[in-house]
């Protein structure tokens, strides 16, 4: 893989700033598409179109680029966000 890792973007990464006091049904990220299907795939996802869907989980995703449409900049505003003790999260910053 080139290194670069998934960002939560769209109405998500507003739930996630928010601290769910606005909720979305679905995970929308940015990703390479190769690590994003393998990892998914692993998971049990499946692959619906753009959006994966694990039943079990009762989540969706959303794979909506490779890259932040915001371009490298945006990159570089990413945040990191711990959601448990040991779980972080890469989101798009709150500016973009």
């Known amino acids: 893989m080139d290194g670069r890792l998934p960002v ?21 990220l940015t990703a390479p598409k190769a690590l994003l299907e393998e990892v998914l795939k692993s998971w049990n996802f499946i692959k619906k179109g753009r959006v994966r869907f694990n039943k079990t989980l009762d989540i969706y995703i959303d794979w909506l680029a490779e890259d932040l449409d915001e371009g490298k900049e945006a990159e570089e505003r990413v945040n990191t966000i711990l959601i448990g003790e040991n779980i972080e999260i890469r989101g798009i910053s709150i500016e973009d």
């Open 8 to 28: 939560v973007v769209g109405r998500e990464a507003i739930e996630l700033y928010t601290r769910r006091n606005y909720t979305t049904g679905d995970i929308d």
